[in-house]
């Protein structure tokens, strides 16, 4: 486990405003969200969703999540290596990515959109395997991105059967 006294460098508001990569894998500030900056970044997906779901064709939807999985590997990786933790848990940035995969193929209403955040953070918590596996063994930018991708994947197979089951 790691701890606070670990860091090269402490999380802050003034870190994150040092340069955009940090700003971005600290999903906006929400990483420094104590106690549970997971959750915290996971519902900064929700207004980014909202607001890009009216914009984009499903396609280019997408092609953004592509593009923001792929600096996502390397903003995670400078910031880590500035923090000298690998996967500081404030970094959120792949909480965001992986949870806009799962709101795009979500059903639409609340209920839906409830049931795939729960799903999702505990997925993203629990970490069954592979993901645990992973998890401890990938490291770096791709390591931090990448297991957030497999929570993901469960949570919609888990929304599919829930789906199946109910019509």
Same mark, same amino acid.
């Given at each position: 486990?790691?701890?606070?006294?670990?860091?090269? &460098?402490?999380?802050?508001?003034?870190?994150?405003?040092? /340069?955009?990569? /940090?700003?971005?894998?600290? *999903?906006?500030?929400?990483?420094?969200?104590? *106690?549970?900056?997971?959750?915290?970044?996971?519902?900064?997906?929700?207004?980014?969703?909202?607001? %890009?779901?009216?914009?984009?064709?499903?396609?280019?939807?997408?092609?953004?999540?592509?593009?923001?999985?792929? &600096?996502? &590997?390397?903003?995670?990786?400078?910031?880590?290596?500035? %923090? *000298?933790?690998?996967? /500081?848990?404030?970094?959120?940035?792949?909480?965001?990515?992986?949870? $806009? %995969?799962?709101?795009?193929?979500?059903?639409?209403?609340?209920?839906?959109? %409830? $049931?795939?955040?729960?799903?999702?953070?505990?997925?993203?918590?629990?970490?069954?395997?592979?993901?645990?596996?992973?998890?401890?063994?990938? /490291?770096?930018?791709?390591? &931090?991105?990448?297991?957030?991708?497999?929570?993901?994947?469960?949570?919609?197979?888990?929304?599919?059967?829930?789906?199946?089951?109910? $019509?």
């Amino acid at each position: 486990m790691t701890t606070s006294a670990d860091f090269r &460098v402490q999380p802050s508001w003034r870190f994150i405003f040092s /340069h955009p990569a /940090h700003f971005l894998s600290f *999903g906006f500030g929400s990483g420094l969200f104590p *106690g549970s900056p997971g959750t915290a970044g996971t519902l900064v997906a929700f207004p980014i969703y909202w607001y %890009l779901v009216e914009r984009l064709t499903d396609a280019q939807f997408i092609l953004v999540l592509i593009l923001a999985f792929a &600096v996502g &590997v390397w903003m995670c990786e400078k910031t880590g290596k500035a %923090l *000298g933790v690998p996967d /500081h848990g404030g970094m959120v940035w792949d909480e965001i990515v992986a949870f $806009l %995969l799962v709101l795009i193929f979500t059903p639409e209403g609340f209920f839906w959109q %409830l $049931l795939a955040f729960l799903l999702f953070r505990f997925f993203d918590i629990v970490k069954p395997p592979p993901i645990r596996h992973f998890d401890r063994t990938w /490291h770096g930018g791709l390591g &931090v991105m990448f297991d957030d991708i497999l929570a993901a994947g469960y949570t919609l197979l888990s929304l599919a059967l829930v789906k199946s089951a109910l $019509l």
